[in-house]
């Protein structure tokens, strides 16, 4: 089969043909027929973060596609079913994590697309009980970058706490960003915009956010606390520069969620002021199997909107060269149909 291979975090993907995966007990095969282009895909590929995938390997865990084949002990899935086989690819179900509702901190998870082959592929293997069922009536160019950009920033927004009558500040209108402010929205909360390029922030006004800062001509931290600060902020964009100015964004009493995982790691972050003004930081990394069938129930009720591209997989080093350059609207999402 067909598929992009990472072989060298410093070389570009290469297309090549593999062995088609067979499905083990407990897993299924699944013809892929969308997969969205995470930023996620970029940071594997070029071996960014702390913790590294093995080349060779396949990236990719916004796959979406229909279940060609079935190993054994398989239950409640048949062949032919849509469903989408997200970044969480596996966790234990027994330890402390899996076991109290936690399963993405589960310590023996596996990640598709990172320390398993993802969805860059005609065909990917998935643990079944972790696939996540698309609705009837969800287009699978729409399912892809719900599948990772729209269950983490649906969980991202969820874990704020946002409310009816806060100000929301997201930095980074990406993928996620795009989505991650629709949330913010559903919950009831106004919306302020932050990013580098013009085209996002319009995306972003067409999408509900009542406010909009190019942080590239006009200081963020200001305009916002100009509207009175936010109650909310969510680090989205893949830069420790928008965290900083995220934190600063922030009302007294404000919570700013880490979501975007930059190369560089480290940000400053003020004693005194988180101190003094009360401020909670935390991490949030992707979502439960739950959030993922919420992500895509909110999304078959009509109340989210997917903006995305189409690519062939071989533009894939094309694809992240654009995504890198802030030159994309939102989502690439590659179709193999
Ligand atoms: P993306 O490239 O689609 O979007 C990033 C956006 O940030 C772009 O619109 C870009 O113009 C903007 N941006 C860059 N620098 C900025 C700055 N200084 N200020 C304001 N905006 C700026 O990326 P994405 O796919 O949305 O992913 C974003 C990040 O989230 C990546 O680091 C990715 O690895 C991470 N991520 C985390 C999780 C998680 O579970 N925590 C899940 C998926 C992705
Ligand atoms: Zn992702
Ligand atoms: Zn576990």
């Known amino acids: ?15 090549d043909d593999i062995p088609k995966p067979e499905p083990r007990s407990g897993e299924v095969v699944v013809k892929v027929e969308t997969c969205g282009v995470c930023h996620t895909d970029i940071h594997a590929a070029h071996g960014d973060w702390p913790i590294k995938p093995t080349p060779p390997f396949v990236p990719g865990h916004e796959a979406v596609g229909l279940i060609e084949r079935i190993g054994s002990e398989v239950k409640g899935l048949r062949e032919g079913d849509r469903v989408a086989v997200p970044w969480l690819g596996w966790a234990c179900g027994a330890c402390e994590f899996c076991s109290s509702g936690r399963e993405t901190l589960c310590p023996n998870q596996q990640m598709t697309g ?26 699978p160019l729409d399912a892809a970058p719900l599948s990772c950009a729209g269950v983490t920033t649906y969980k991202a927004v969820k874990v704020s706490g946002a409310r009816s009558s806060d100000l929301v500040a997201i930095y980074g209108i990406g993928g996620l960003g795009h989505l991650a402010l629709q949330y913010a929205r559903i919950a009831g909360a106004s919306v302020a915009a ?22 590239a001509i006009d200081d963020p931290v200001e305009a916002i606390q100009a509207l009175g600060g936010a109650d909310v902020a969510i680090a989205v964009a893949v830069s420790p520069v928008a965290f ?26 003020p004693i005194f002021e988180t101190v003094l003004h009360g401020i909670t930081v935390v991490g949030s990394i992707v979502g439960t199997r739950v959030d993922l069938a919420d992500t895509f129930q909110l999304h078959a009720e009509g ?4 903006v995305r591209e189409t690519r062939q997989l071989e533009q894939v080093n094309d694809a992240f060269e654009q995504i890198e350059k802030g030159a994309v609207d939102a989502r690439l999402v590659f179709d193999l149909r």
């Open 1 to 15: 089969m067909k598929a992009a291979v990472v072989h060298d975090f410093r070389k570009p993907l290469s297309i």
């Open 114 to 139: 990172y320390t398993v082959d993802g969805g860059y592929a005609e065909y990917v293997r998935a643990h079944a009980s972790f696939v996540g069922r698309v609705p009837e009536g969800v287009d």
């Open 194 to 215: 932050v990013d580098l390029v013009d085209s996002k922030l319009a995306l972003a006004r067409d999408l509900g956010a009542e406010h909009t800062v190019n942080s």
């Open 244 to 269: 900083e100015q995220a934190f600063r964004s922030l009302k007294r009493g404000g919570t700013l969620v880490f979501v975007a995982l930059p190369a560089d790691n480290t940000m400053q972050l």
């Open 303 to 306: 109340r989210t909107r997917v």
